[in-house]
């Protein structure tokens, strides 16, 4: 019997996606895995072999394998004994339904088919990827004006694609001199049907700033569950800091937007990538009927990836090549407007080198491996000024804030002027004892 998502009623519901994953830049790890077993039989046996893997390959740690040898027998065996989870997405309670945690984002983008007792299947979009043919931001910003809110994975009535809904808001807030605070964006994770001038006179009626409990009610008010076919609203902390922060990570790393702060996080257009955003929304990618009702034909429409597509997404990336150019002039204005001094850097390198996510981090949407190379540059900035130039080797977007690494093999941080030049290569490799290697080579 085939088992197929099943999510209830249809209602109208906020934008969000699984937050088990909430670090995008997991998942082209957790691809690679999977290409292992493109076309395995995903029953019990094969989850257990997928499953495990992931462990391998150090894309899932648990502090329990800290001290383990870890072969695929032993995996097997824990896995069951410590992975669980209530029945869902057609897959039986236990680490059955626990393995879905790994899949939902990957199929709600195309990038996987992955259904219970039937085979594991990656789209030719996400073998672009996993071969090197495109990063894990194209991807994503490629797959995000694919993404349709109305699927078979979530039984929702917002029918409309949400990226191009908030981008489309984002561009018309510049034309009107302003831009879109993070408040404000989690307001537009409710939108009902993607309006971008109802969206924007709602946010006009209604002066949220920087309070996050007036656009908590405000959502309440407008999109709770008093309004008829509204779902129930889930507490302030999981609809904005869980759904709303997932979202938005996905959506910086499409590098579409630009990010300010002041007091408060600021959404503008990246200038540097909107002809790209323009060019893939002039492919009008529309989800059929048909799709938003059945899993397979959402997957075949959403993955689908030519030589046309590749071309165009390949065409956009000089520009962004040369995000980082005169990056000397972007690092006092991130210094000053972030409030950052050599101690909180510092610190803030500490915590992204031991992978530790507990407390206060003003770039908590940036992705960890660039995080560090970002942060390194800042602090190198600190001690030496204007007497050298930075040349951080990531794609950035206009603010100086990166969202993805660079194309091509070369390092990540050149530092020079006329008497030295320094190349360095930043390497955060967790294993499963959390040890980071950091190598640093200078010419």
Not at 224 to 243: C, L, M, T, W
Request: glycine share 6%.
């Amino acid at each position: 019997m085939v088992n197929k998502v099943r999510h209830g009623k249809r209602l109208f519901k906020q934008m969000a996606l699984e937050v088990a994953v909430r670090n995008p830049d997991r998942y082209e790890g957790i691809l690679k895995s999977f290409a292992k077993y493109d076309g395995v039989l995903l029953d019990d046996y094969g989850i257990l072999d997928v499953y495990s893997q992931l462990f391998l390959d150090d894309v899932l740690s648990a502090e329990k394998l800290k001290n383990i040898k870890m072969t695929k027998n032993y995996l097997r065996g824990w896995i069951k004994e410590n992975c669980s989870h209530n029945n869902e997405w057609g897959f039986p309670t236990g680490y059955q339904a626990a393995f879905t945690r790994y899949l939902k984002t990957l199929s709600e983008f195309g990038f996987i088919y992955a259904q219970y007792n039937q085979r594991l299947k990656l789209s030719p979009v996400a073998k672009a990827l996993v071969n090197g043919k495109i990063t894990l931001s194209e991807a994503f910003a490629l797959q995000s004006m694919r993404y349709w809110r109305m699927s078979p994975y979530r039984r929702v009535l917002n029918d409309f694609n949400f990226f191009e809904f908030i981008m489309d808001s984002i561009i018309e807030l510049k034309k009107r001199g302003h831009k879109l605070s993070i408040n404000q964006f989690n307001v537009g994770l409710f939108s009902d049907d993607g309006n971008v001038d109802d969206f924007l006179e709602l946010l006009e009626e209604n002066k949220i700033g920087s309070d996050i409990d007036k656009a908590y009610k405000l959502v309440k008010n407008k999109y709770g569950e008093q309004v008829p076919n509204h779902a129930k609203i889930a507490k302030k902390e999981s609809a904005f800091r869980d759904y709303g922060n997932t979202v938005f990570r996905v959506l910086q790393l499409t590098g579409f937007v630009t990010i300010d702060y002041k007091g408060v996080l600021l959404l503008s257009p990246n200038e540097s990538r909107i002809n790209f955003y323009n060019a893939l929304k002039a492919q009008n990618f529309r989800i059929t009927s048909e799709a938003k009702e059945d899993e397979e034909k959402y997957f075949e429409q959403l993955g689908a990836y030519d030589s046309e597509l590749e071309n165009l997404v390949v065409s956009y990336r000089d520009k962004e090549d040369h995000s980082t150019a005169e990056y000397n002039k972007k690092i006092p204005e991130i210094i000053s407007s972030y409030g950052l001094n050599k101690d909180l850097i510092e610190q803030a390198l500490i915590k992204v080198s031991m992978g530790d996510t507990r407390g206060k981090d003003c770039f908590w949407f940036i992705q960890a491996p660039v995080k560090f190379e970002f942060l390194l540059t800042l602090y190198a900035y600190m001690y030496f000024g204007n007497d050298f130039i930075y040349k951080p080797n990531f794609i950035c977007d206009e603010a100086g804030i990166p969202y993805s690494h660079a194309p091509g093999n070369i390092g990540d941080i050149e530092i020079y002027n006329r008497d030295m030049y320094w190349l360095i290569e930043a390497t955060l490799i967790r294993s499963k004892m959390q040890q980071v290697n950091n190598e640093t080579e200078t010419r």
